[in-house]
């Protein structure tokens, strides 16, 4: 399952697209580890930040290291329960890495409302440059990356799974449709955004995970603010795929949302479709 891939250059649009295909068969293992988990009584613990895992985060983030290693050896993988177990790698600047949630919404998965997510995305120059969304539960699964477009692919019981192109919406005329967190919402913070807005807001939904930048990407929704705390492997994946789709990431301050920062956190941004 290897492709050509220079690490140390920008990978070309045929190469994306290639990987691509690739990471969408390690996904679809990983989901198949998390889902045997979902499946069972599953115990929950805690990590340092108060944040729960599971042991469908570990299976998974196993699957997928291996995975991304085998495919391509001289790119680091930062994943999220390797780090906060404190075997961080160390990535230099400019250099290509790969970037994986094992379990994005892990308070969904316990809750068991489907919206949890396995991300994975790589990384050139401070950028998503193709990314893999998989909601297991949901039966959906959504990839892509800037000039290599964006997709969903639905399961339908019994039958292959058919893929859909994905592209943003211009915002229609009536007002704005806003996607919050589920599990991370902070009220006041949104709506003193919102109210900021040169456009009208005429729908506010919730959905967990990075379900909520596939929702921008698919046309569902216009915007997503998310104004607290985030960790770059919560977003990256779904950047890619709304990127790909022709919407964008921006900081607060108006700066395209960058990778490779100290500690790996976000800070407060928002996710557009078509302006």
Request: overall charge negative; glycine content about 10%.
């Amino acid at each position: 399952m290897k492709s050509p891939v220079n690490p140390l250059r920008h990978t070309s649009i045929a190469e994306r697209h290639r990987l691509l295909e690739d990471v969408v068969t390690i996904v679809r293992r990983a989901g198949e580890a998390v889902m045997s988990v979902y499946a069972t009584d599953f115990d929950v613990h805690g990590k340092s930040d108060d944040s729960p895992v599971t042991e469908a985060d570990r299976r998974a983030e196993a699957i997928i290291t291996a995975a991304l290693l085998g495919l391509m050896p001289e790119v680091p993988v930062i994943a999220e329960e390797a780090v906060s177990a404190g075997l961080q790698t160390v990535v230099a600047p400019d250099q290509p890495f790969w970037l994986v949630d094992p379990v994005d919404g892990t308070r969904e998965f316990v809750g068991r409302n489907g919206e949890f997510t396995v991300n994975v995305a790589l990384i050139e120059f401070g950028q998503p440059v193709l990314g893999v969304v998989q909601a297991p539960a949901l039966g959906l699964l959504y990839a892509g990356g800037p000039g290599v477009g964006a997709w969903c692919e639905a399961d339908s019981s019994g039958h292959l799974p058919m893929r859909r192109p994905l592209q943003c919406r211009r915002a229609p005329l009536p007002g704005l449709t806003v996607l919050a967190s589920r599990s991370h919402g902070d009220t006041a913070r949104l709506q003193a955004y919102l109210d900021g807005l040169d456009a009208p807001v005429v729908q506010l939904k919730v959905a967990g995970s990075s379900l909520k930048f596939c929702q921008v990407a698919a046309g569902e929704a216009d915007v997503y603010p998310r104004l607290g705390r985030t960790m770059e492997w919560d977003t990256a994946a779904g950047q890619a795929v709304l990127t790909g789709a022709g919407g964008s990431v921006i900081t607060l301050g108006g700066e395209p949302l960058r990778y490779g920062k100290a500690h790996w956190e976000n800070p407060g941004f928002v996710a557009w479709g078509l302006p």
